[in-house]
């Protein structure tokens, strides 16, 4: 069965300050990952997807990056937090090749300060 | 793009009755139809998902309608429960190569006793 893990489960950070959020994915190679934002009581907003190691692309600019290196793990990362950034990120896992089935992690709680 | 209008954002129903949350596309080119059930604190779960070569599918208590001519889905959740309470999301998306999954605003459905 596969999982998937987030780190870390909850972060306060300062205005200005790098940011780092991990993703691994254990049990199912070559996945589709994403990753996702959503404010508190607001939608999911997907922000970066990458179908491969070494290979992501942006759906929306939020000043984020995003990086794959390797297979099972996914990097979101900023230098600069910004107040908005604020939120709870999630990374989702679907399998190759044409299923959308998109399962989600257990998420980072981001408050910045 | 793809965009996902998710109606009502509030739904309040009696235990036992009856809960639909109704949402509508516009891209036709959109395949794929999943719903999550949010619980505070979670993340989002996916609890049924149609794909559009159906009209209907069932699961236990859960029936989710497509109607691809008019770009809508929906979702009715019979003889509900308190534990039904929560946000629940639709989204939308055109099968290739990654899934962008594009989500409705949500609906936070209360079931009181």
């Known amino acids: 069965a596969q999982t998937i893990h987030q780190w870390p489960v909850a972060e306060i950070k300062a205005v200005g300050s790098p940011l780092s959020l991990g993703c691994t994915i254990k049990?199912?190679?070559?996945?589709?990952l994403y990753w996702y934002w959503q404010a508190t009581g607001g939608t999911l907003q997907q922000l970066f997807y990458?179908?491969?190691?070494?290979?992501v692309e942006s759906v929306v600019q939020l000043n984020l990056s995003a990086s794959r290196p390797k297979d099972d793990q996914f990097i979101l990362s900023t230098e600069k937090l910004l107040l908005s950034h604020s939120g709870f990120y999630l990374c989702?896992?679907?399998?190759?090749?044409?299923?959308?089935?998109?399962?989600f992690g257990p998420g980072t709680r981001l408050l910045v300060l | 793009g793809e965009q996902v209008e998710q109606l009502p954002s509030i739904l309040r129903v009696q235990e036992g009755s009856s809960a639909s949350i109704n949402c509508s596309y516009e891209?036709?080119?959109?395949?794929?139809f999943p719903w999550y059930k949010q619980e505070p604190g979670e993340n989002p779960k996916l609890i049924i998902d149609?794909?559009?070569?159906?009209e209907r599918k069932q699961i236990q208590e859960l029936i989710v309608l497509l109607d691809k001519k008019a770009k809508r889905f929906s979702l009715h959740i019979t003889d509900t429960q308190p534990g039904d309470s929560a946000m629940y999301f639709c989204?939308?998306?055109?099968?290739?190569?990654?899934?962008?999954?594009?989500f409705g605003q949500g609906t936070s459905l209360s079931v009181v006793p």
């Open positions: 989702a896992w679907s399998p190759r090749l044409g299923q959308d089935t998109q399962y």
């Open positions: 049990g199912k190679s070559s996945p589709n």
């Open positions: 990458s179908i491969t190691v070494g290979q």
């Open positions: 891209d036709s080119a959109s395949n794929y």
């Open positions: 149609i794909r559009s070569n159906m």
């Open positions: 989204a939308a998306s055109a099968s290739s190569s990654f899934s962008k999954l594009v």
